[in-house]
């Protein structure tokens, strides 16, 4: 799954941290999120959608691997 959640934080001028403080998680989640290693909680991705004011959809693309 591809996101752009690295895209939109710069563009906000955030940090990882400043990013991962507001929706409850540590920096290191963050950076394991934006790098694609890690599928966050629906609870966790509904804080980010919240946070860059988008849906889920807009921040993650599901890519098949066929």
């Keep these: 799954m591809k996101n752009n959640i690295k895209e939109l934080r710069a563009a906000l001028k955030m940090t990882q941290s400043d990013l991962a403080q507001q929706i409850e998680v540590s920096r290191q989640t ?7 290693k890690f599928d966050p909680s629906l609870p966790t991705a509904f804080r980010l959608a919240a946070v860059f004011n988008c849906s889920i959809e807009e921040l993650f693309v599901y890519e098949s691997e066929s």
């Design 30 to 36: 963050v950076n394991a999120i934006e790098k694609g």
